[in-house]
């Protein structure tokens, strides 16, 4: 795990930009900046708790390049962002998981419009800024469908016609994810018990609000479904409206589709009903006053959530614990009250005065959640203040970590074979003298495999290369091995071959100590590329041994893919693929010393070919 590892997270909506820099180590915020009104009148700027400023942002992506150096410039000395996580509210059937930005998810997301017009759209805008501005950062979209995505068929299907529901893609997705996977996760350590073990409901309820059913650390329910309108009364939004109201509705004439639309997602919910706004604030002082509309107002918002709470521990049989949060479940003791009262039936004891003593307001040595069950309550009631960014900066991290992963797992050291010869012990004898054995220089990657002090002297038909190394052990076949420009250099013209295969190749004199010299009448080869590797390694990379695969070599500024690349897979080899200096140039791989076989560099193995039926080892 990288101890220090700075995330920014990005949240971006039609006409406001929440930016943020989490120290993922710590899980603290460094640095926050939220532009409001973008492309309207006085757009301002707030950084930190600071004053609003105004600024002039035109678009998200101006916003962005206002903000992002006044967060940078909060990092602590020596630290840069590493990652970038943007919440995307909408991820459709097919994101189930925080996933790497590239085009072609970013494609997807633009094709998911459809199913969020109002939020994917302006998720995009910021996506498209950040990744502008910060090209080099490995940028990862975070759904707020995705927890929802384990909700079982039973529980995301609508009633209606299936052939309906499939021409339209009809079904129930649930949003908050982040929230209700972060409540959930801040519950279970405070019960200091593995999510897996519980079954919890978690309530968020700020401007939006939803409930979720959470069985073993899976959603099996949630308020929301294919929109973020149905289910609890909210802030402006109505939840849950007997279709046949809206049918009413629009038959009326009074209604068309887009006033209808604003009515319920606009004009209902909280606001609707209190007929003074959606601060729940103002609506409980209003209600204590004596406000009917503002006591309805409430008791509809309660019932409504206790109604869900009711069901969902039918859903699940049971649960271990009800969990309350956002800006009203975090901060409002009364209507916490209203919910909370009567669930005794569940196991679950209110205690009032623990429910008048939560804080969970932010500060660094604030608790994030509180209780406010009976101590021998079965059921707890808690209170957790959620953190979306810091669930979105969680989850940017692990991506990126396992990417990282994956990569490293997935490449190849690449080692450049200089030009060497392999020799029997009767051609040593013969070119060192009777009764001479190898002497080992260094050792080389491949176990058993050394270079030796020895080198010998090429004589081709048309000039010669002095001082060739040879490698050790002496083998049963003698072999040179040469590149392309070797062999105009010599004048020969040898064949591309896997090692061992010699028959039938170019011969050469070889001259060693003292002037000796031998005249071999094959053994000259140009090595065919290849991979050494373990049979775990085949595995992994999906081959088998004679493969022949295409390999990317990633190198600066000369990225070279190679088609057959020949796979040997032997358990005493190591992961490593060889090449000739020809190649290693033509790549860019550069060579700083005079070693016979230097590893650098890597690649990755792309695809299966054909196999190779030629080694003879
Ligand atoms: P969002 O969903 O936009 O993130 P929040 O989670 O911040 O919204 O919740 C906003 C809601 O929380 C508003 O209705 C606000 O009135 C309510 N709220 C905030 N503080 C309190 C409080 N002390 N008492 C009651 N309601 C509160």
Same mark, same amino acid.
């Given at each position: ?25 710590t899980?603290?915020?460094v ?7 973008i ?8 950084v930190?708790?600071?004053?609003a ?8 992506s101006?916003a962005?390049a ?23 509210v909408?991820?459709g059937? /097919? ?6 930005l590239?085009d072609d998810?970013?494609?997807?997301i633009?094709?998911?419009?459809p199913l969020?017009?109002l ?6 805008a910021?996506?498209?800024?950040a990744?502008? @501005? ?8 975070v !759904? ?14 609508? &009633?209606?016609?299936?052939?309906? &529901?499939?021409?339209?893609g009809?079904?129930?997705?649930? !949003?908050h ?16 018990a593995d999510?897996r073990?519980l ?8 401007n ?13 329910e949630?308020?929301?479904g294919?929109t973020?309108?149905?289910g609890?009364?909210?802030? +402006? ?28 997602n606009?004009?209902?919910g ?11 604030? /103002?609506?409980?002082?209003?209600a ?9 107002a ?5 019932h409504?959530v ?14 271990d614990a ?6 009203i479940?975090?901060?409002?003791e009364?209507v ?8 005794d039936? @569940?196991?679950?004891?209110?205690d009032?005065?623990?429910n ?17 069950? +009976?101590?021998?309550s079965?059921?707890?009631?808690l209170?957790?203040?959620t953190d979306?960014?810091?669930?979105i900066?969680?989850d940017?991290?692990?991506?990126? @970590? ?7 797992? @997935? ?9 060497h ?6 051609c040593?004898?013969a070119?060192f003298?009777?009764g001479?054995?190898?002497?080992a ?10 270079a030796?002090?020895?080198?010998? /002297? ?6 010669s ?6 490698l050790g ?14 062999e105009?250099?010599?004048g020969?013209d040898?064949?591309v071959?896997?090692?061992g ?6 011969g050469?004199?070889l ?7 031998? /005249? ?7 090595a ?9 390694d ?25 088609g057959d ?6 358990s005493s080899?190591k ?7 020809d ?7 550069t060579?700083e ?5 230097h590893a650098?560099g890597s ?6 070919g054909?196999?190779?039926d030629?080694v003879?080892?």
């Amino acid at each position: 795990m990288m101890p220090d590892m700075h995330v920014l997270v990005i949240n971006c909506g039609s006409s406001s930009l929440k930016a943020a820099i989490i120290d993922h180590h710590t899980g603290t915020q460094v640095a926050d900046a939220r532009v409001e009104r973008i492309g309207e009148a006085e757009p301002q700027m707030r950084v930190d708790s600071g004053a609003a400023e105004p600024c002039n942002a035109l678009d998200a992506s101006a916003a962005l390049a206002i903000a992002l150096p006044r967060l940078v410039a909060r990092l602590p000395d020596g630290q840069a962002l590493a990652a970038v996580g943007h919440r995307v509210v909408h991820g459709g059937p /097919d994101f189930v998981r925080p996933t790497v930005l590239t085009d072609d998810v970013e494609a997807a997301i633009e094709g998911l419009i459809p199913l969020a017009p109002l939020h994917n759209p302006a998720n995009l805008a910021g996506i498209r800024a950040a990744r502008a @501005l910060l090209p080099d950062l490995p940028h990862v979209a975070v !759904f707020d469908t995705a927890f929802h995505s384990t909700l079982p068929r039973r529980a995301r299907s609508y &009633a209606i016609s299936t052939a309906v &529901a499939e021409a339209h893609g009809i079904r129930r997705y649930g !949003f908050h994810g982040i929230s209700h996977q972060f409540i959930a996760r801040a519950a279970a350590q405070h019960m200091e018990a593995d999510v897996r073990d519980l079954r919890l409901i978690t309530c968020h309820l700020g401007n939006g609000c939803s409930v979720a059913a959470v069985e073993h650390g899976r959603s099996v329910e949630t308020s929301m479904g294919m929109t973020p309108l149905e289910g609890l009364v909210m802030g +402006t939004r109505s939840g849950d409206v007997d279709a046949g109201v809206l049918v009413q509705l629009l038959r009326s004439g009074e209604f068309d589709v887009d006033s209808l639309d604003t009515m319920l997602n606009r004009n209902s919910g909280l606001a609707g009903l209190s007929g003074v706004g959606n601060d729940m604030r /103002d609506i409980e002082a209003r209600a204590a006053d004596g406000d009917e509309a503002c006591r309805l107002a409430l008791q509809v918002f309660a019932h409504r959530v206790r109604k869900y709470i009711g069901a969902y521990a039918a859903v699940m049989g049971g649960v271990d614990a009800i969990c309350f949060s956002g800006g009203i479940g975090e901060n409002s003791e009364p209507v916490r009250h209203r919910i909370a009262q009567r669930l005794d039936y @569940l196991g679950a004891r209110l205690d009032e005065e623990r429910n008048r003593d939560v804080d969970v307001s932010a500060g660094a040595d604030k608790p994030t959640v509180a209780e406010f069950s +009976t101590r021998h309550s079965r059921t707890r009631l808690l209170v957790v203040a959620t953190d979306e960014a810091r669930g979105i900066a969680r989850d940017t991290v692990r991506v990126v @970590l396992e990417l990282a992963q994956t990569q490293a797992e @997935l490449s190849i050291p690449v080692a450049i074979s200089a030009r060497h010869v392999h020799l029997t012990q009767e051609c040593v004898e013969a070119l060192f003298g009777a009764g001479h054995t190898l002497t080992a220089r260094n050792p080389l990657t491949q176990p058993g495999q050394f270079a030796c002090e020895e080198t010998v /002297d090429l004589i081709g038909p048309k000039r010669s290369i002095e001082r060739v190394r040879v490698l050790g052990p002496t083998r049963g076949k003698n072999q040179i091995e040469i590149s392309r420009t070797d062999e105009f250099r010599l004048g020969l013209d040898a064949p591309v071959r896997a090692s061992g295969d010699v028959a039938n190749s170019p011969g050469i004199t070889l001259v060693g100590s003292e002037g000796r010299r031998v /005249d071999l009448h094959e053994g000259v080869i140009c090595a065919l590329r290849h991979i050494h590797m373990t049979p775990e390694d085949a595995v992994r990379f999906g081959v088998k041994d004679r493969d022949i695969v295409e390999v990317a070599l990633d190198s600066t500024g000369r990225d070279l893919v190679f088609g057959d690349v020949l796979v040997r897979v032997k358990s005493s080899y190591k992961l490593e693929m060889h090449i000739d200096t020809d190649e290693g140039n033509a790549a860019g791989v550069t060579s700083e010393t005079t070693a016979a076989l230097h590893a650098m560099g890597s690649a990755t193995l792309r695809r299966r070919g054909t196999r190779y039926d030629r080694v003879e080892d």
